[in-house]
């Protein structure tokens, strides 16, 4: 009866903790849209072995979708699939192999990720070994302020009585002295 328990809850434990929330997740037009990351994947894999190079040439030529901006996710872009529990031959993405690479490199070595031993590591970027390539996209609309100055415009009264108007507005809104009333004045009527 004790074993009998301790399978049950195994097969309870496991199962609970590989499901994948659907509900994070979007599919339409061979893309899935992580609404969690705002990253919107490829449907599929490239579904062959790639050296990191040809990973990287595959994603940036990818169109899927009808988008032409992607690109090779980061360690910590895949790592959001990892928290995801994306894994190979899953109903959300179609990965065929566990091991995917990432954008990062050093010296002669990339980074990839291993969803599932759900980790990240390094690799030399010449193993083509099973290693795939999953372009990924942003979605996030970065809105930058941008300040408009316009050339200050110059509109100068035409009419002597439309240059009185205006010191007269002026002058009543107690932007200008009586004094400078007065002399602004008599430089107008002066001008005649």
């Known amino acids: 009866m004790q074993k009998l328990l301790i399978i049950l809850c195994l097969v309870l434990i496991s199962g609970c903790a590989d499901d994948v929330d659907k509900t994070q997740f979007d599919i339409s037009n061979q893309t899935v849209l992580d609404t969690k990351s705002e990253l919107m994947w490829a449907h599929s894999d490239n579904s062959e072995s790639l050296t990191w190079q040809e990973a990287v040439d ?34 959300l993405i179609n990965i065929t192999s566990n091991l995917i690479w990432a954008s990062e490199t050093d010296d002669s070595k990339a980074a990839f990720c291993h969803l599932a031993n759900r980790r990240c590591s390094w690799m030399e970027r010449v193993i083509s070994i099973s290693l795939r390539a999953l372009p990924v996209r942003d979605t996030k609309i ?20 439309q240059r009185l108007q205006v010191i007269t507005l002026l ?17 107008i009527l002066k001008d005649i």
Request: net charge negative; aromatic share 8%.
């Open 142 to 161: 970065e809105i930058k302020a941008v300040e408009i100055t316009a050339p200050p415009v110059e509109v100068r009264p035409q009419t002597t009585e």
């Open 58 to 91: 595959y994603c940036e030529n990818y169109r899927g979708g009808g988008y032409d901006d992607w690109r090779m996710p980061k360690r910590s872009e895949l790592q959001t699939l990892i928290e995801a529990k994306i894994q190979k031959e899953g109903d």
């Open 171 to 187: 002058h009543k809104q107690q932007l200008i002295t009586d004094e400078e009333y007065e002399l602004k004045k008599a430089a």
